[in-house]
């Protein structure tokens, strides 16, 4: 395989296969990465690439669209079944461009939203001063509790009535509880607010029942394609029976018109060009996929292994954010341990364990350096470890931890990350 790109480009072509050798020769511990199946890496390398086709299915502005008409909507309608859905618009380049598109459908700029805070598991596109988010919009932001790590919805109410936002905006990237979508709901209509999820994180979860569905609460739901969902890098946004067809005032145009009609706009022409029709060809893919049977089975373990490897990381004296996970990550809060994130982060990946450094709620440390690392299960979960292997793999970080700077255990270490991944293959071409 890859022989014209070996010929053509063979720096390009060493990046490759020096990515395929790391991914096969370490354990992928960051919660937001996956592996996905040959069938999806062929979708997504394709001829596909060459094709425009701005605008939707019969409606384009490029002659030539009839393959990739069908492969939209097989993406389209394989969502819609996945998650129970009566809109999807599977043409978001990735999560970021999903939630500028969600809040543009709704938002005027200069109002308010009310989002998880960065630090405490939030994300950048839910109000980061860095973020396109922060600058165009008022940010309130909501966090976990410092005893419990979990959300106070009764001061999250409070919290509301207060600063009276446009839309609340429910979800995370670094959270390891289930959320409450009802209540966020009833939190949502006290104020009048439009309510958003973003279950990047949690959309494999979601689908198959495993984590509580946003889309019977939610105006608007947004995710990526490739974390637990184990699709190609990309995203998407949906709507509910109940909230497609919702009438809302458009903030682009000031008239009265559907929710959906508003999404649609505002990813094409509003916010992108021409869709990636070979990311979208991979998309349906995954989500056929993601429909088998087996499919819940492996969310099933993603949890299973989270559930065991955070028990192994408690056994060994770690804290752990809120105390333990529901879902696919687990926050390790590395105060006690008189280490920083950064060093763990680093002393890891020497070691041959990948994660990745992660704010912890009321973090001290600068967001380059932090308190705590983030791990996650999904992608060794694909590659068929279970939880006798996660227990391990807690006794070997907390090794490591324990000897920042020695290079003889970062190498013992190796070895034996190296017989892990021999007994269970990944990517072979
Ligand atoms: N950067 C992603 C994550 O790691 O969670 C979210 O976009």
Same mark, same amino acid.
């Given at each position: 395989m890859f022989n014209n790109l070996k010929e053509t480009d063979p720096e390009i072509f060493g990046t490759v296969t020096g990515e395929i050798d790391r991914l096969n020769s370490t354990l992928e511990l960051i919660a937001s990465e996956n592996f996905v199946s040959k069938a999806v890496l062929e979708a997504a390398g394709n001829v596909m690439t +060459?094709? %425009?086709?701005?605008g939707y299915p019969g409606k384009r502005y490029y002659g030539g669209c009839e393959q990739v008409d069908i492969a939209e909507d097989l993406a389209r309608n394989r969502a819609k079944e996945l998650f129970d859905a009566a809109y999807v618009n599977v043409q978001p380049h990735a999560g970021a461009q999903a939630n500028m598109a969600a809040f543009f459908s709704v938002l005027k700029v200069g109002d308010t939203i009310l989002g998880m805070d960065l630090a405490h598991g939030g994300h950048l596109t839910h109000g980061s001063p860095v973020n396109f988010s922060g600058k165009l919009y008022q940010i309130v932001s909501y966090g976990v509790e410092k005893d419990t790590g979990r959300i106070d919805y009764d001061k999250l109410a409070d919290l509301a009535k207060k600063v009276k936002p446009q839309l609340i905006l429910a979800g995370y990237s670094a959270h390891p509880r289930e959320l409450d979508f009802p209540k966020f709901r009833e939190i949502a209509d006290s104020v009048g607010a439009f309510l958003m999820a973003d279950i990047a994180h949690i959309a494999g979860l979601c689908a198959v029942g495993l984590h509580p569905s946003?889309?019977? %609460?939610?105006?608007?739901?947004?995710t990526t394609t490739h974390k637990t969902l184990r699709g190609p890098r990309g995203g998407m946004i949906m709507a509910g029976e109940k909230f497609a067809d919702k009438k809302i005032i458009d903030p682009w145009s000031g008239k009265e018109r559907k929710l959906r009609g508003a999404i649609s706009s505002r990813v094409f022409p509003g916010t992108q060009g021409g869709p990636l029709m070979h990311i979208i060809a991979a998309k349906a893919v995954a989500f056929h996929e993601a429909l088998q049977d087996d499919y819940k089975v492996y969310c099933r373990q993603i949890i299973? +292994?989270?559930?065991?490897?955070?028990g192994s990381l408690m056994d060994e004296g770690f804290n752990l954010v809120s105390g333990g996970t529901d879902n696919h990550l687990m926050l390790v809060d590395l105060t006690n341990k008189g280490v920083t994130g950064k060093d763990a982060e680093d002393?890891?990946?020497?070691?041959?364990?990948?994660v990745n450094k992660n704010m912890v709620p009321f973090d001290q440390n600068s967001p380059m350096v932090?308190?705590?690392?983030r791990i996650g299960t999904p992608a060794l979960t694909t590659r068929g470890m279970k939880e006798s292997e996660m227990k391990r793999i807690g006794q070997l970080i907390?090794?490591?931890?324990? +000897?920042?700077? +020695?290079e003889d255990v970062y190498s013992e270490t190796r070895s034996e990350v190296k017989k892990f991944c021999d007994e269970f293959p990944l990517y072979i071409f």
């Open positions: +060459n094709k %425009y086709a701005e946003p889309i019977p %609460y939610c105006d608007i739901v947004t299973d +292994n989270a559930a065991a490897l955070a002393a890891l990946e020497d070691s041959g364990i990948t932090t308190s705590g690392i907390s090794r490591v931890i324990a +000897n920042i700077g +020695n």
